[in-house]
C-alpha cells in the first residue's frame, strides 16, 4: 500500500519512485464502473517496451458467492495438441496457430543469421506481428469460451509451469510450444471477459488431471497413450484433452460446493 495507491472512483493513482512519490491519473472504463463498490485487492506496475507506456493492473474481489442452484460449470484444459479443450466437448485446436508460428520461426532464424541492420529492424517488426497475431488468437478464444451458457469457468493453475527447453528431442519441441505460448494471457482474457459478464473464473491444482479417469476417478499415469486415455482401471475411453478438461470440471464443482 505504501508503494502504490489507487482510487478507483477518482480514478487517481499514487506511485512510490526513485524520484519522489508520482501522480497519475486515468479514467476508468465504464464497462468496469460495476466493480467500485468492490475491495482493492493488489495492483501491479507493468512497463511494455515495444509501445513505451506504463500499464496499472489493479485486482479487486467481491464476497458475493454465485447461487448453487443456478451454477453451471465449464472446465477447460489448456495444452499443446489444443490450445484449449471445454468440459462440453468444444475443442480449440492448435494446428493453425502451429503453421503460423512454424513460419515466424523460421524467417526469424534466417533473419537472425544475417545480422545487418536492416534484418535487425525486420526483426522487430516480425516480433511485433507474432505478438498480435497471438494476442489475436487469445482474444478470440476466451470470447468463444465465456460466451458459452455457463456461469463459472474452472482453469488450471499453471503458473508453477517451467519448462526445460531441449530442442533436439520431441520433448524439446512440446517445451518450445509450452514456453512460447501465452497460456497466462489466454487465462486473463477469460478471467476480465467472464467478469465482465458477471461470471466467475476459478483455477484448481493441475495435478494427475491427465492422469486421472473423469469416469471413475482411477488414476493412472498409463492410462494415457498420446491424444488417447482409456481407463485401466473400467476400460473408459475418450480423447486425452477432453478428459482432462471433465476432470478440472469435477474437481472445480468441489471448490463451489465448499
Not at 506504463?54 to 453451471?72: A, H
Not at 475443442?91 to 535487425?120: D, H, P, W
Request: charged content about 25%; aromatic content about 8%.
Amino acid at each position: 500500500q505504501r508503494v502504490v495507491t489507487v482510487n478507483l472512483i477518482k480514478g487517481i493513482a499514487t506511485i512510490s519512485s526513485v524520484l519522489g512519490r508520482i501522480k497519475a491519473q486515468f479514467k476508468l472504463p465504464v464497462v468496469y464502473e460495476k466493480y467500485l463498490s468492490w475491495k482493492l485487492k493488489s495492483s501491479t506496475l507493468q512497463f511494455k517496451k515495444q509501445t513505451n507506456e506504463f500499464y496499472l493492473i489493479v485486482q479487486v474481489e467481491s464476497d458475493e458467492i454465485p447461487d448453487l442452484n443456478e451454477t453451471i460449470l465449464i472446465g477447460v484444459d489448456r495444452g499443446v495438441n489444443n490450445i484449449a479443450v471445454c468440459s462440453d466437448g468444444h475443442f480449440f485446436g492448435s494446428s493453425q496457430v502451429k503453421n503460423v508460428r512454424c513460419r515466424y520461426r523460421r524467417l526469424r532464424a534466417k533473419l537472425q543469421s544475417k545480422g545487418t541492420k536492416s534484418a535487425k529492424r525486420l526483426l522487430k517488426k516480425l516480433s511485433g506481428k507474432e505478438r498480435r497475431f497471438q494476442t489475436d488468437v487469445n482474444h478470440c478464444i476466451s470470447k468463444a469460451i465465456v460466451s458459452k451458457p455457463a456461469t463459472v469457468f474452472i482453469l488450471e493453475d499453471l503458473s508453477g509451469i517451467r519448462p526445460n527447453k531441449k530442442e533436439g528431442t520431441s520433448k524439446g519441441k512440446q517445451n518450445f510450444w509450452l514456453s512460447n505460448w501465452s497460456f497466462f494471457q489466454l487465462e486473463r482474457f477469460i478471467e476480465y471477459k467472464s467478469e465482465s459478464l458477471g461470471k466467475i473464473t476459478l483455477k484448481i491444482d493441475p495435478a494427475y488431471t491427465s492422469q486421472e479417469c473423469s469416469a471413475c476417478g482411477e488414476v493412472n499415469k498409463n492410462s494415457r497413450n498420446g491424444l488417447n486415455y482409456k481407463c485401466k482401471s473400467c476400460g473408459f475411453e475418450l480423447n486425452a484433452d477432453l478428459n482432462a478438461a471433465r476432470n478440472i470440471a469435477n474437481r472445480g464443482m468441489t471448490v463451489v460446493s465448499r
